[in-house]
């Protein structure tokens, strides 16, 4: 089930929030309960029979999670080990089967021509997401961050909860323990929630799926032989770059919007990555809870930047080929991660020291080089078919036919959401905003004149969901 969906938004979600406001805010468990089973529905509506993976992860994870405490209390460090160890093997495990097993059938019957059957299992929606999250809720309770949850509702509801279960972001329990026992949700804190899910719905229906569909259409172009020149082809891979940042970070917004309204505080997963001045930074901006799993739960078990130059260097490489291949099972995502493990390499060699020297107001050279890679970056992770991929990089860099008639013919009929796009993607809209507001000196006239803007968003946003068909969304993939 989408977040932009009719149903979504007309049946389950005023369904959902009807039923949980009606349970008194002091029955905290039945509130729980009442998150578990809509976090379920909402999961399953499209694939019920994973419901029945999801509630083995829960149940495996609760179970294990359980006895590596006890283990810890009791002093039993090889037996709590052990059972980390299990569980980390049957996390991934599942997420191995699902995820990967058609492509290591498909790279062995490629390289060795065995022509082994594929299983075609289909991928459970959001599995790579849920299943870090569970994981990192084992590895703290073994590290011990935090105490094992010994109700099962309560940390059912923990991995469950639809706010961020197919898309993140990733939360870790040690973020929510405290609210998944006592929590408010009092005016304030609802309002605030609404809003900040308006405006992740607005960009996901009002941007993301315009640059959608410019995407789409000039994709297609290389995709049947045409051979576009390189300024159809930069627009066509900048209109992706917008599109995955809408698509993603609007599905951010809204789920911490959802998550604020229920009573959780998720943490910012997303601040303005297209500003960024270097790939290092873009990376500290881009998805920020995927980096800090990562960097929290492989790169510094590996020894992070402790053990020296080359030890760090191959930490990285390592963290972003995982990177890579747990976007999803094509081998564009491997070379997307190589790509970035390489250009942080060095970056961490020299090249930031370079960067560095740059003077303040030449900084634009900076941020032209990192948007530069960032566009390709993107170019090499939408792209599955390497011949495809292959030509449309060739044609962004002057391998294809020049037509400025159909070039001139985007630029005019999608410049202004491209520029829409641009301005949106940077602190700019929020400044101005802010800045007016500081100018209107009664509250109540600065609420007025925010409700307004809001209410006209989601009018828009429901008026282009309603009349278009076109309302994909790229995580859903992962």
């Known amino acids: 089930m989408l977040f932009s969906s009719s149903v979504f938004l007309f049946a389950f979600l005023p369904l959902t929030l009807l039923i949980y406001f009606i349970v008194p805010g002091r029955f905290i468990m039945a509130r729980n309960t009442v998150l578990l089973i809509a976090?379920?529905?909402?999961?399953?509506?499209?694939?019920?029979?994973?419901?029945?993976?999801m509630l083995l992860s829960i149940v495996i994870n609760y179970v294990l999670a359980i006895i590596i405490g006890k283990n810890k209390e009791q002093g039993n460090e090889h037996g709590a080990r052990l059972m980390l160890i299990l569980d980390v093997i049957v996390n991934l495990g599942l997420l191995g089967f699902f995820k990967y097993t058609d492509f290591i059938i498909e790279t062995v019957n490629s390289l060795t021509g065995a022509g082994l059957g594929l299983i075609g299992v289909a991928?459970?929606?959001?599995?790579s997401f849920y299943t870090f999250q569970t994981m990192s809720y084992v590895i703290d309770v073994y590290r011990?961050?935090?105490?094992?949850?010994?109700?099962?509702i309560t940390l059912g509801a923990y991995i469950t909860l639809f706010p961020q279960l197919i898309a993140g972001p990733i939360v870790r329990y040690s973020d929510v323990e405290i609210q998944l026992k006592d929590r408010i949700s009092d005016k304030g804190r609802i309002a605030t929630?609404?809003?900040?899910?308006?405006?992740g719905f607005a960009k996901k229906i009002l941007i993301a799926n315009q640059m959608a569909v410019i995407w789409e259409e000039i994709y297609a172009m290389v995709e049947m032989g045409s051979h576009p020149g390189a300024s159809l082809t930069w627009i066509g891979a900048l209109a992706f770059t917008f599109q995955i940042y809408f698509d993603f970070s609007g599905y951010s917004d809204m789920a911490i919007g959802l998550g604020k309204i229920l009573g959780f505080d998720y943490l910012e997963n997303f601040n303005y990555p297209?500003?960024?001045?270097?790939?290092?930074?873009?990376?500290?901006?881009?998805?920020?809870?995927?980096?800090?799993?990562?960097?929290?739960?492989?790169?510094?078990?590996?020894?992070?930047?402790?053990?020296?130059?080359l030890r760090q260097l191959i930490n990285i490489a390592i963290v972003w080929a995982l990177t890579g291949l747990w976007h999803g099972a094509s081998w564009n995502f491997v070379l997307w991660g190589v790509y970035y493990g390489i250009l942080l390499i060095i970056e961490k060699m020299f090249l930031l020291k370079i960067l560095d020297r740059i003077p303040e107001k030449l900084r634009f050279?900076?941020?032209?080089?990192?948007l530069f890679f960032v566009?390709?970056?993107?170019?090499?992770?939408?792209?599955?078919?390497?011949?495809i991929l292959g030509e449309y990089l060739k044609c962004m860099f002057g391998g294809g036919t020049e037509n400025l008639d159909i070039t001139a013919y985007y630029l005019k009929s999608r410049g202004t959401i491209l520029i829409a796009a641009a301005i949106a993607s940077t602190p700019?809209?929020?400044?101005?905003?802010?800045?007016?507001?500081?100018?209107?000196?009664f509250n109540t006239m600065r609420d007025m004149l925010e409700t307004f803007v809001l209410l006209i968003l989601f009018l828009m946003s429901i008026a282009f969901l309603v009349s278009g068909s076109y309302n994909p969304f790229l995580y859903f993939r992962f």
């Open 365 to 370: 050279i900076r941020h032209i080089y990192a």
């Open 144 to 152: 011990g961050k935090v105490k094992s949850q010994k109700n099962i």
């Open 274 to 309: 297209y500003i960024s001045q270097t790939i290092t930074e873009f990376w500290r901006r881009w998805h920020m809870s995927l980096s800090s799993w990562f960097k929290e739960y492989v790169y510094i078990p590996l020894g992070g930047n402790r053990k020296g130059l």
């Open 123 to 127: 991928l459970p929606i959001g599995i």
């Open 375 to 387: 566009i390709v970056g993107w170019v090499i992770f939408n792209i599955t078919d390497f011949s």
């Open 193 to 199: 929630g609404i809003r900040r899910f308006i405006m």
């Open 428 to 441: 700019l809209v929020n400044k101005a905003f802010m800045k007016l507001n500081s100018r209107i000196m």
């Open 39 to 53: 976090s379920l529905i909402f999961y399953g509506w499209g694939e019920p029979k994973y419901i029945l993976v």
